[in-house]
RNA sequence: GUAAGAAUAACUCAGUUGGUUAGAGUAUUAGUUUGUGGAUUUAAGAGUCAUGGGUUCGAAUCCCAUUUUUUGCCCCA
């Protein structure tokens, strides 16, 4: 700590870009209840183990990406870098497979020690959902069409191109790896020095390479479309059938793979060309042994996480501060009597603050740059006549009312 | 973790081949006594030129390190 800034990667947040985000989790929430979700808080740590297992070791997120610290008893802790690891601990935890299906959301910061960029925090922010014990394919086109209705009500859909792959169940992508593994030891010597690290880690990885030399050997990999049982492939095909019913536009990307192991048969990604490199906006896909392997139940499940942040970047939420009406008592006297009015005009709902410094001319100056509605007026004369002087902000215009009578003046005039 | 840029007032940015007291716009405050805003105008305050070293008679300017940030890569929301 050399300055008093905020630690790198984190930051403080105000102002349009707050607003920005609040409208994003409101949003979020609103048509989650509509899809019967409802809303689930885990803590923003958990035993490093609760990663460990469902990522995998070998995994960027954890090998290099967690926040992990030991507290005082000696317990091995991580901030949370994603929700789902965290909700399935949780649906364990809390014996939930007696309420299947479990329909959830969760939003909060979220923690990866990774380099900064526009759009990419070393705390940041999701809104996550998770659908748990669904098994059949229309779980993931429920849960896709939400997403799709959120990005849609954020005014997003032209911005904003779904792409969607399968990865099979676990035959299928064993049998897919392993035919991507033959092919690519065969190009060891062209292929870059990332994805040679791939090929130990995560071969599927490779598809996603940036590097032109690896990209022309992608481009005569294996598909894994040809690598899927019929079990797998029937499922794949029913998820774009819904999606085709409910009109939802997609891509399907052969190459489209995800970080995390745990995932299974449906993958997706919802990507604007907007944010530079960090176009991935909201991503999830299905994760049916992912519980099993925390020691739980075998529970299917699918969901998605969303960056609050990159939301808030793209979407013009338009939200605006609600217009205030400023009381402004002139004397000691009056300072009681506005605290009393203001109450009262707040019970009604509208937003009510008070300046009570300076003269009257500074405080109508600082009212009119915050774009105040109304200023009230309260001095002797308006104490012994017990009625305010009204000042509409916007044409001038003053009017006497009784105290009793402001909530209604000053409401619904904007 | 890696590569290349950037850092000057609250904000957006000028600042010549290294040369005296570092400028502008926006914003802020004030233009007077406790009761009338928005425009114009006048004035004022405001900067350890990111931090620490070095080169030089002299550094915002050149060099090195550190910190933060931006754009890629890695990876991901």
Redesign the pocket.
């Known amino acids: 700590m050399?300055?008093l800034?905020?630690?790198?990667?984190?930051?403080d947040i105000y102002g349009e870009e707050a607003r920005n985000m609040a409208a994003v989790v409101e949003t979020f929430q609103k048509v989650a209840a509509t899809y019967g979700f409802e809303p689930f808080n885990i803590p923003i740590f958990e035993f490093t183990e609760v990663f460990k297992r469902p990522l995998g070791d070998a995994?960027?997120?954890v090998s290099?990406?967690m926040y992990t610290f030991e507290d005082r008893g000696g317990e091995e802790l991580t901030l949370r870098p994603?929700f789902t690891a965290g909700i399935c601990r949780a649906f364990i935890s809390e014996g939930l497979q007696q309420s299947l299906p479990c329909r959830l959301i969760a939003h909060g910061p979220a923690f990866?020690y990774?380099?900064?960029?526009?759009?990419?925090?070393r705390q940041?922010h999701?809104i996550d959902a998770e659908l748990l014990g669904q098994e059949n394919p229309e779980a993931d086109v429920d849960i896709i069409a939400m997403a799709w209705r959120i990005l849609s009500e954020l005014r997003l859909a032209d911005k904003i191109v779904l792409e969607l792959n399968t990865l099979g169940d676990q035959e299928s992508r064993a049998a897919y790896r392993a035919a991507l593994v033959t092919y690519f030891e065969g190009h060891k010597e062209s292929l870059s020095e990332?994805s040679l690290?791939?090929l130990e880690s995560?071969p599927l990885?490779i598809l996603?390479?940036?590097?032109e030399g690896d990209k022309r050997i992608v481009a005569g990999a294996p598909l894994m479309s040809d690598c899927l049982n019929g079990a797998s492939s029937a499922f794949f095909a029913k998820v774009k059938e819904g999606l085709d019913a409910i009109g939802i536009p997609y891509k399907h990307n052969e190459r489209l793979?995800?970080?995390?192991d745990y995932y299974t048969h449906t993958a997706f990604?919802f990507v604007t060309t907007q944010l530079?490199?960090?176009?991935?906006?909201?991503?999830?896909g299905r994760y049916d042994g992912l519980i099993q392997k925390l020691g739980g139940p075998a529970v299917a499940g699918v969901g998605w996480?969303?960056?609050i942040?990159?939301l808030a970047m793209l979407a013009e939420t338009g939200k605006v501060p609600a217009r205030a009406v400023v009381i402004m008592p002139?004397?000691e006297e009056a300072v009681l009597e506005a605290h009393k009015i203001a109450e009262d005009i707040r019970a009604a709902g509208i937003v009510v603050t008070a300046d009570r410094s300076?003269?009257?001319?500074?405080r109508?100056?600082?009212?009119?740059?915050n774009n105040a509605s109304f200023a009230i007026?309260?001095?002797?004369?308006?104490l012994s006549s017990g009625t305010a002087?009204v000042?509409?902000?916007?044409?001038?215009e003053?009017t006497q009312v009784p105290f009793a009578e402001l909530a209604a003046a000053v409401a619904g005039k904007k």
Not at 377 to 382: A, P, V
């Open positions: 050399s300055k800034q905020p630690a790198r990667g984190t930051r995994s960027d997120i290099k990406e994603e990866r990774e380099r900064p960029q526009k759009g990419r925090y940041f999701q990332d690290r791939r995560n990885r996603d390479s940036k590097d793979v995800r970080g995390m990604e530079g490199a960090q176009g991935t906006v909201l991503a999830g996480a969303g960056g942040e990159r002139m004397g300076g003269n009257l001319k500074k109508l100056n600082r009212a009119n740059k007026i309260i001095g002797d004369d308006e002087t000042k509409s902000l916007d044409d001038g003053q």
